[in-house]
């Protein structure tokens, strides 16, 4: 284009080229917080339970761990029967390094004393759950975006983090708690622009899971017969991952140090998933049971308890490795007579040992050893 | 590491800073930039370890270049002293017969070790020496076969003497060790490479726009295309077979050659995108291959530079030996012309294609594919005057679009049945798949059958966005083949269009992450 002026034309072009960077950053900045608020779930089992953690003012006793203390505690029967003061902040995948985490936030912003760490044999595995960490980080800064930005960048840039995918979803939270129906999408951007409830907002986004308070929050549903689908099976065998390992026994520690009182509870499967397992269970079990005692906690685990005190029938489970609602409310009321005053004395009587293992399969699986004897 | 990682983002944005500085600051000297990125990427994405097989090709072959060199100066200057004629002939013959022992010892050492690395424990196996084919504990160095026939192309252009031995070892260590093709090619040439690596690059240079566009398309094609297709790919096949519909295994073939097809152009895409952004260009290597209209032309649009590398190294040096020659000679008395002058190449195809079946694997499977393949190209070239004069006696008029269009779903079929030997891992059973695909394909018993895989929401979005990202690719390459420049197109669009295309492109990228599927690049692994 022709001009009198020389210089314009030079001007005009690093205009125009801030212009467009502008609009497109713009363009590419609207798609992130679209996507961010429309697919990304507004509520979840994680945002409940840290919801009402920073709702309480103070706690005495704290529930952390995956989904098997998730969905096996019930923070309102606990403390109906201790007279405790209860949130229930184990979450779906939750590894011991975020179990830490929780557990100091509790002790350091609302006075835990009392921690009970659920766990199975399949978490001495899990090391890395990039969806259930990102949840949980989400949850812990909830109404701190910055905080959880610094987060979930930090957790990026872990070294068995950034060279992979994860570090990618990371930056990207929505892509681990995606919702892509089209009315989930609708719900999470009224819910954001209005301020939903998170309970009530999960429970329309979770299918079947209805919100029982205290952070806590189960399912109806029970095993479909015929399913007989078992950890082994869907998971493969198990495996002891030496960092998770180290780990436990870190949170153990820490809990000494810090006169946190620690129970570890093993929660209940159906005794053939147990079974699954072999000779497994048992030996890798006593190992764990053996660490975390040497360190001062207290261990349960209820797949020992005898039938005669504790039996829970298929109808308390929702799938072969967690309790519905009814299974954790008659799971919690057997644990507050364990840990509770007398808990010392009754616990000897109700649970069996991992050194018997074939008394233990006479008892839980009689038909089986049965059929073993007569072959 | 992983292409799409934070670690890969901050590398090539450190990289580019390094490299424009270096070359903003000095002016010259980027490439050793180049050089010392690639190395940390062999680091990051491979292991240390395994760098040792690299250097042993890279010094090998920049050492037995030089030698030619010398050689041939040495050759040049002897040849200056002398007239006589024998005495010329024998210096000649001398220095050709020591080029030649080099040669055959460097190959034997690039060669060999390649063949080490990927079959010796394949041997035990069948001799029953180890438990499995695969896992004898050495790792397999990160792009050994493509840095490899890299440097074998080096090595066998400086014996022919086109090209100038590289006298630098850290600059001939750039060529082979340049990071974007390390993964899986492109296989690129020393004489259209080396020039632009040495060379310093501006900014300017570069197309941003049109390298970002290339990315995310190599993007889409890789993680919303490719990966979303391999879990259906593989529970498809686990049902076909005997007794199940052919259909299934005709569906799980389709979808696999558009899987293959996403992983390995879009990985393409990815690396050449990156290195367009250093303002180096390399070679291309995919041309639209699912428009071809023959087998032959198929396999000069796919890995087109493995197919240039087959060719130049493998195909004519066969064809034009003297047994090759003396076959066609006699062919030609005995079967006519044609024969003749085809059956050398045919035989030359075969035995390339065979090879490359091999390059895949050792097992059955890829060498029947290599087999197949190698078949029918030779004998469409054997029977080409038959099809001439059937299509003149039965007056079909070859330049209408409908006959093109006719090739074209020829081609596609026939290199579809060549993917039952190459996806479906045992030999056996990929006859039985496509026995049964061919003999009792029961369209109709195809819904019963998907409906028994009893598939959830998230896998059948999965299709829905496979099949989506499908149809663009399919609508883009429609439209370039018929010239059109898609990146062009776009480029010309106001800013806000460019800008939302693209912010879409990223948003099912990052949406197909989360499905948690897919891995690596298929040809990473070969």
Redesign the interface.
Known sequence: MPTTDGSRPTQRRPAARR??TL??LA??A??YLL?LWG?GAYGSTTAVAWHDFHAAERLDTLVVGSSFGQQGIDPVTLDARLGTTTVNLATPGQTPDDSLDAIKCGVGEKGVCHVILAVGLDSLGTRLDT?SHVAFVLGRNEGDPLGAASSLVAF??RPDV????D???A??P???L?T??PRSVALNLRNRIQGGDVAHATEELVRGWHYVGRGYGNYDRTIAPGDGRTSLQVFGSPHVDRVVWDEYAAICDWCREHNVSLTVVATPHPAYDVAAFGDDYPRIMADFQRMVQARGATYLDLNLAHRSYYDPPLSDFDDFEHLNATGAERLTDVLARLIGPDGAGERDAALGSYDDWDGWRREHLPDAADAGRQS | ??L?????A?FLVALLAAYYAVGRLVGRGQWVVLLLGSLAFYG?AGTWKTLAFVLVAGVSTWAAALGFSRLDAGLKARLGETRDRSARKAAKAAVHRRKRLVLLACLALCLGTLAYLKYWNVVLFELGLASSPHGMGLLLPLGISFYTFQALSYLIDAYRGSLQAERSLPRHLTFLLYFPQLIQGPINRYGDLAPQLFSTHAPREVDLSRSLQLLLFGMLKKYAMADLLVGLITRLLAGAGDGAPGSLAILAILLYSAQQYGDFSGGIDMVEAVSELLGIRMAPNFRRPYLSTSLADFWRRWHITLGTWMRDYVFYPLALTRPMRALGKVAGGRLGSHVGRTLPACVANVAVFLLVGLWHGAETHYLVWGLYNGLVIALADLLRPAFDRASSLLRVDRSTRGWHAFRVVRTFVVVNVGWYFDRIYDFGASLACLRQSVLHPDFAGLPQALAALDMG?SEL?QVLVAGAVALLVACVSLYEERGGDASGWLSRRP??V???A???M??VV??S??F?VGGGFMYANY
């Open positions: 212009v467009a609009v497109s363009i590419f609207g798609t996507a697919l969806n990026a840039l950034v060279g992979t995918r570090s990618v979803r930056l990207f929505w892509t681990c995606p892509y129906a | 590491m992983e799409l990682s934070l670690q890969f901050i990051m929401k979005l800013v806000a460019r800008a939302a693209c912010a879409v990223c948003l990052v949406l992450l989360s948690g």
